[in-house]
């Protein structure tokens, strides 16, 4: 990667405050693509990465620390990438959308449905540091980090209270509701229990 003399340094002192922007970028689209299955992944994750290289540059205490600072950044880009498509659905091409639109002759409301339905009364039952930590989050559009700043926590107490409401919302559905997995874990099937008693 080449590095432009600005600071009047000698050159000889390898001065890095200011790289070259299209070194970088190929430098990161390089080495996350050696790290992600998917081009287009790769793509979302270099222009992350950059974005994040930006906004903290004035973080960057040590020039010469550069690449290694670099590189940490667009792994963490990879992991957050990884984190949030799990939340995310894969997206479905328009041909396929009519071959998954349920038919008219479907009596029986799709298992996800049923169990949306349900999902709110459960919630509800929740405490309200627990059940606002999952509305912000897992239900929400923001980030654990995000979320614990906008109620004033640390990261780390933001994921406890997400992971206890998780749990805690996961045993509410199962005295609720009868739930059946596929092989690979994803939802097959939910009703609500005959019984009845704990909804």
Do not use: N
Not at 32 to 38: G, K, L, S
Not at 78 to 91: F, G, M, N, V
Not at 98 to 112: E, K
Not at 154 to 160: N, R
Request: hydrophobic share 35%; aromatic share 4%; charged share 30%.
């Amino acid at each position: 990667m080449e590095t432009k003399e600005c600071c009047g340094r000698s050159s000889a002192e390898e001065c890095r405050c200011h790289t070259d922007a299209a070194a970088v970028a190929d430098a990161l689209r390089s080495y996350v693509a050696r790290r992600v299955r998917r081009p287009q992944d790769a793509e979302d994750i270099t222009q992350d990465a950059l974005l994040r290289l930006y906004r903290s540059a004035d973080s960057l205490r040590d020039e010469r620390a550069l690449e290694a600072w670099m590189y940490r950044i667009a792994d963490h880009a990879i992991i957050d990438h990884y984190r949030r498509s799990t939340l995310r659905p894969e997206p479905i091409s328009p041909d396929d959308v009519a071959l998954l639109s349920p038919t008219d002759d479907d009596d029986q409301p799709a298992a996800d449905t049923e169990l949306a339905g349900c999902l709110h009364p459960l919630l509800a039952r929740l405490p309200d540091d627990y059940r606002t930590a999952l509305e912000l989050t897992d239900l929400g559009e923001l980030t654990q980090e995000q979320a614990a700043l906008q109620l004033g926590l640390s990261t780390s107490g933001m994921k406890s209270r997400v992971q206890r409401g998780r749990r805690m919302l996961r045993t509410e559905v199962g005295r609720c509701c009868r739930i059946e997995l596929d092989g690979s874990g994803a939802l097959a099937d939910a009703s609500i229990r005959d019984d009845g008693a704990a909804c």
